[in-house]
C-alpha cells in the first residue's frame, strides 16, 4: 500500500516502464507524458496516463513539477481521452493517492475510464 506522502521510489513499474526495462503498448507519448492500456481493464477503455518525471501523487505533482510539466501533464490528458474517442460519450478520471484510495503504483497515473457507463463515484 502506497502512502501518501512517501517519497518517490524509482524501482517503481511505472518509472520501470519509462525506463524501457519493462514493456507497455503506449497509446500516446509526448515529452511530458506516455498513456498505455492497463493491464487490468476495468471498462471498454481504460488507459493510464503517467508524467515523465518522479512524482507520488497528484499533490507531489502539483506542489513539485515545474509549471511547463504541468501544462504538458494536463493538454496530454485531454488529448489521450479524445484520440479514445471519448469525448461525446463521456468519461472518468480517477488518480488514486494513499492507502485510503488503495493506491498500488507509486508514480502519479491518471485512470481514463469509458467505453460505457461506468457507475457511481464511490462505491457504497
Ligand atoms: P492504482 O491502484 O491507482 O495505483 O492503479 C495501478 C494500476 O496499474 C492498476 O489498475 C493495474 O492494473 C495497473 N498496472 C500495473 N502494472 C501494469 C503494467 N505493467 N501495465 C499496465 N498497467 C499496469
Do not use: W
Not at 512524482?55 to 496530454?76: C, H, L
Request: hydrophobic share 40%; net charge negative.
Amino acid at each position: 500500500m502506497v502512502h501518501a506522502t512517501e517519497a518517490y521510489n524509482p524501482e517503481n513499474i511505472f518509472a520501470k516502464i519509462l525506463r524501457g526495462e519493462i514493456p507497455c503498448t503506449p497509446v500516446y507519448e509526448d515529452d511530458y507524458a506516455l498513456a498505455f492500456p492497463d493491464i487490468n481493464p476495468q471498462a471498454p477503455v481504460h488507459i493510464l496516463v503517467i508524467p515523465k518525471g518522479d512524482y507520488v501523487s497528484a499533490a507531489d505533482f502539483a506542489a513539485n513539477a515545474p509549471p511547463e510539466m504541468i501544462t504538458g501533464f494536463m493538454r496530454a490528458l485531454g488529448k489521450v481521452a479524445a484520440a479514445a474517442g471519448l469525448e461525446d460519450s463521456g468519461y472518468r478520471l480517477i488518480s488514486n493517492a494513499g492507502p485510503d484510495s488503495h493506491q498500488e503504483v507509486p508514480h502519479l497515473h491518471y485512470h481514463i475510464l469509458g467505453g460505457q457507463p461506468v457507475g457511481p463515484l464511490v462505491v457504497k
